[in-house]
């Protein structure tokens, strides 16, 4: 079966640090995906993963863990325009059938 | 702004009404996708075209016909819709199927109510 979770919502304040989880259990794994979606916008491109390990972008970092199936996205010095869901998506061996979570939304506060 | 359009923004149709749902790419891109995003669930992929061919078809209700009349171009047909139907409705495209970190880049949707 394919299964992706991460938690539903999350709150942090402005300049912190925030960790969002993402599991997974898919028949295959050729990559794991970050994508940011603001309210009634399209989702964008944040980060990739194919092997296991950190890749840093600038305030955005993504970890991955592939014996244990297990994937964080990182946002520092948080910032309100960071409010949005954040999904978590694998690419299967083949072909582009994406498996995505259901998402995580993040509320920034002041 | 992602190089990807998607027309109407918004749509309220009944159950007997028949509507299009339009997308298109300024990319360059050969692979098109369309893709349903519910309240609270996972964004659920319907739809896979490659070099205009379909490759993908997730056991979509025959009520959704996709048409792709080329590579920069992808059509939603809708009929005979049921309310469950009510979602966003996301366009996508990729410069190929090739896999890597070649991304997905999605356009803003349309947001559909079916009465």
């Known amino acids: 079966g394919q299964n992706i979770d991460q938690p539903t919502e999350m709150t942090a304040t402005e300049g912190a640090i925030v960790q969002i989880n993402c599991t997974y259990q898919t028949s295959g794994f050729n990559g794991l995906f970050w994508y940011q979606q603001h309210a009634g916008e399209a989702p964008t491109f944040l980060s990739y993963n194919v092997l296991d390990g950190l890749e840093e972008k600038g305030r955005f970092s993504s970890f991955l863990s592939r014996s244990k199936g297990y994937s964080y996205l990182l946002l520092k010095e948080l910032q309100m325009k960071d409010s949005a869901s954040y999904l978590c998506a694998v690419r299967p061996p083949y072909g582009q059938n994406f498996v995505f979570g259901p998402g995580t939304r993040l509320s920034v506060l002041p | 702004e992602t190089g990807v359009t998607q027309t109407p923004r918004h749509l309220v149709m009944g159950m007997t009404n028949k509507k299009s749902l339009k997308c298109e790419q300024h990319?360059?891109?050969?692979?098109m996708y369309w893709y349903k995003q519910s309240a609270k669930k996972p964004l659920e992929l319907m739809f896979v075209y490659n070099f205009k061919e379909q490759t993908e078809n997730n056991s979509v209700p025959s009520r959704f016909s996709p048409e792709c009349p080329n590579s920069s171009h992808l059509f939603l047909h809708l009929h005979t819709l049921q309310p469950e139907d009510s979602a966003l409705y996301l366009c996508a495209s990729s410069q190929d199927l090739a896999g890597g970190r070649e991304t997905q880049y999605f356009g803003p949707g349309t947001r559909l109510l079916v009465l």
């Open positions: 990319l360059g891109h050969n692979a």
